[in-house]
């Protein structure tokens, strides 16, 4: 199956600041999915996106987030004012090709200080 | 509440000792159990999809097993390059009409040559 690529692989901001975090190249695909991981903690859902929506997003998903899929293929998670505890690995992932399940890129790893 | 716990939190085996990881679950409707692996920095990385009570799925030297209220991970002659962190998740049939997708902490396995 092809891969989820995922860019940067390691970005460190400061607080207060925007990051986008970017799931690179996607293509005919419908359903998206953005998850995070805190360093130790649990893999946790963040939002998932159909066909230029969001269908479904978790308490952790608030305001200062937002996803896009600006051109047609690139699919992007927007932070606009990060928090220290925005700290961990982001993940993107796609539902697998004739099953259930997700494949998921190798992740960002997003450093607030 | 929907949950998922694994155990052991961590587990270390010689090379050839065969053990089992356990993912025990609650959950009001179950729609799928999967198991992940994931590798220091890197994504989770799909493994095996359980739908019902009974089901077993084999792949190479692992065996995932489906009872009603948990699952397990047998891993049979484990080899160093098994080393790795497998996930168990849950997915939820909706109480709000969209699905769930809920993951454990993880087992942190090191197979020693």
């Known amino acids: 199956e092809p891969e989820v690529t995922q860019t940067p692989s390691h970005q460190v901001t400061q607080m207060g600041q925007e990051v986008i975090l970017r799931c690179v190249p996607i293509s005919n695909h419908l359903y998206f999915y953005w998850y995070r991981q805190i360093l130790g903690q649990k893999v946790e859902f963040l939002v998932s996106?159909?066909?230029?929506?969001?269908?479904?997003k978790s308490e952790i998903f608030d305001d200062q987030f937002s996803v896009e899929r600006p051109d047609g293929s690139n699919f992007t998670l927007k932070i606009r004012s990060t928090k220290l505890e925005d700290s961990a690995m982001y993940f993107c992932?796609?539902?697998?090709?004739?099953?259930?399940?997700?494949?998921f890129g190798s992740g960002t790893r997003l450093t607030v200080v | 509440e929907d949950q998922v716990t694994q155990s052991p939190e961590a587990l270390r085996l010689q090379e050839g000792e065969s053990s089992s990881l356990n993912c025990s679950y609650t959950?009001?409707?179950?729609?799928?159990l999967f198991w992940y692996r994931q590798d220091p920095g890197k994504g989770p990385e799909f493994l095996f999809t359980?739908?019902?009570a009974g089901e077993e799925k084999e792949k190479e030297r692992l065996k995932a097993t489906l009872t009603k209220k948990e699952s397990f991970l047998h891993i049979t002659a484990p080899k160093p390059e098994d080393s790795a962190t497998y996930l168990c998740a849950v997915q939820a049939l909706p109480s709000s009409g969209t699905y769930k997708y809920i993951f454990g902490t993880g087992t942190r396995l090191k197979v020693l040559a």
């Open positions: 359980l739908y019902s």
């Open positions: 992932a796609r539902g697998r090709q004739g099953g259930y399940g997700y494949t």
């Open positions: 996106f159909y066909n230029n929506e969001i269908s479904e």
């Open positions: 959950v009001s409707g179950l729609r799928g």
